[in-house]
């Protein structure tokens, strides 16, 4: 928000200074004792000034935007490879989380298929001595 804001006050200041600049070089030409000849050349040759001079500020702004568009870009690219990076840790670690649960979640359960087995032969063997 604020690079905006500072965009507009900047183009509000250079529209008050072109305006300031031709209204001041029109009365200095008008005022001028010169012939109307001279006159109309005089206000040739400044408007062709001025319209150079904002040539060649529209052309530093766009390269300074230019710059910027390539910085951001570089910096967005930047961050992009180090979220990769992350995720990747991450998919790592939680790999590592869930084949460790894995592991355990078998063995644990290897554990009770014995004892339930054990438990049915204690049974089987508890009931045939009963008979």
């Known amino acids: 928000m604020n690079d905006s804001k500072e965009m507009k006050t900047a183009k509000g200041l250079i529209i008050g200074i072109l305006a300031g600049s031709v209204a001041g070089a029109l009365t200095a030409l008008l005022y001028a004792p010169k012939s109307g000849k001279e006159l109309r050349k005089d206000i040739s040759e400044k408007k062709d000034k001025m319209i150079d001079d904002a040539g060649r500020y529209l052309k530093d702004k766009k390269d300074h935007a230019s710059e910027m568009l390539t910085e951001g870009k570089k910096k967005a690219e930047s961050a992009i490879e180090e979220t990769k990076k992350k995720i990747d840790e991450v998919k ?3 790999g590592r ?5 894995k592991e355990k979640i078998a063995t ?3 554990l009770i298929s014995d004892a339930v ?5 204690a049974y089987r063997g508890e009931r045939n001595s009963l008979h």
């Open 108 to 110: 644990e359960t290897m």
């Open 92 to 94: 790592v670690k939680t």
């Open 117 to 121: 087995k054990a438990g049915i032969e």
């Open 97 to 101: 989380f869930f084949s460790g649960g």
